[in-house]
């Protein structure tokens, strides 16, 4: 695969042949099926100062934290709508100590077993991820941001490094748990050069699920006046991703629906697979500002996945009721 060429052609039947091919390949590992995940954000609280993040420290914004009653709630609520994996997202919030994440764990695997558990809480020891794992955590998401070095001190204060990213991707992986990386296209700083590190990255780690979407800017960080990514380019991405790693769990995520009326099913006819409406409380999800307009309502609401259904059943695919766990499938690829 020429990925210089797929990344910067302007021959359209070029690159309707590269959506073609990752979606094939996706039909031929999970069939016609999109998994959706109830996403939950538990806390806008964040010790972080990443540039591009509308809820770093320095922004001055509401900040709210979900109770564990709340958190569980939610659960019931997406599994009466046919949710089997609920997603606990948020800031790196102190509050949220290891007792209190593994407690709302298992009360979450006691009260719905078959449902997966997947966290998304920034970078933590590896004490912490293990007690996270033994509370019965499935699965972990911490996108890389970028796999190159000097871009990622580009993108985040001098407090944070690249070296404890991938120590974390590496230590969840060590764990057990299905692991989850990814990045922003059209971050400040990102090249064809750093965007290939990406992708080298992900061909070599095969985190079981990758997370791109558009940077899009947000009010109050130092990068608010940055152009947003493009939308063509994050779904070539995603089409290069599925060809290099056919297995993995791949969403349209909700920057990209956000950036375009389409997106979410531009995705899909570029390979991907998952969806992740917005579950959090009603009153919670405009708080959840990590960059300016994030949908979370209508397509990107948990409320309309009948709708979601009805629409790509429509496009002949079907949301099972199903964890939608990673395929260990062989294809001959
Ligand atoms: N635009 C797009 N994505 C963003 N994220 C954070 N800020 C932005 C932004 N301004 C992404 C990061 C983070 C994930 C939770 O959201 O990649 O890992």
Redo the contacts with the bound molecule.
């Keep these: 695969m020429d990925i210089d060429y797929l990344l910067t052609t302007s021959d359209p039947v070029a690159v309707q042949d590269l959506f073609d091919e990752a979606a094939r390949l996706r039909d031929e590992v999970y069939g016609r099926r999109i998994f959706i995940r109830g996403l939950i954000e538990i806390t806008n609280h964040c010790r972080n100062n990443?540039l591009?993040?509308?809820i770093r420290r320095d922004v001055k914004t509401q900040r709210y934290r979900l109770s564990k009653e709340q958190i569980l709630d939610c659960c019931r609520t997406g599994h009466a709508l046919g949710f089997r994996t609920f997603v606990l997202?948020g800031g790196e919030d102190a509050w949220f100590t290891d007792d209190v994440v593994c407690d709302i764990v298992s009360a979450i695997k006691g009260e719905f077993p078959d449902c997966a558990v997947t966290l998304?809480l920034g970078e933590r020891g590896r004490e912490s991820f293990t007690r996270l794992r033994e509370a019965g955590a499935d699965r972990y998401l911490l996108?890389h941001?970028t796999a190159d070095a000097n871009h990622y001190a580009h993108l985040h204060p001098a407090e944070m490094s690249f070296e404890h990213r991938m120590q974390c991707l590496h230590d969840l992986r060590d764990l057990g748990f299905q692991v989850g990386a990814?990045?922003?296209v059209g971050s400040p700083g990102q090249t064809l050069e750093t965007l290939k590190k990406d992708l080298d990255f992900i061909a070599d780690f095969r985190p079981e699920m990758v997370?791109i979407?558009?940077?899009?800017?947000?009010a109050g960080?130092p990068?608010e006046k940055h152009p947003a990514g493009s939308v063509e380019l994050t779904l070539r991405l995603l089409a290069i991703i599925r060809i290099l790693h056919p297995h993995v769990l791949l969403p349209a995520t909700t920057?990209l629906g956000t950036l375009h009326p389409q997106g979410r099913e531009r995705a899909i006819n570029a390979g991907a697979n998952v969806v992740m409406p917005n579950l959090s409380p009603q009153d919670t999800r405009a708080l959840y500002s990590?960059?300016n307009n994030k949908l979370s309502t209508h397509s990107e609401a948990a409320e309309t996945v009948a709708d979601t259904r009805a629409r790509l059943k429509a496009i002949g695919f079907d949301i099972p009721v199903d964890r939608g766990d990673f395929s260990k499938l062989k294809i001959e690829n």
Excluded: D, H, N
């Design positions: 990443c591009y993040c509308g997202q998304s996108r941001e990814g990045f922003m997370g979407g558009p940077f899009i800017p947000a960080t990068f920057a990590i960059y």
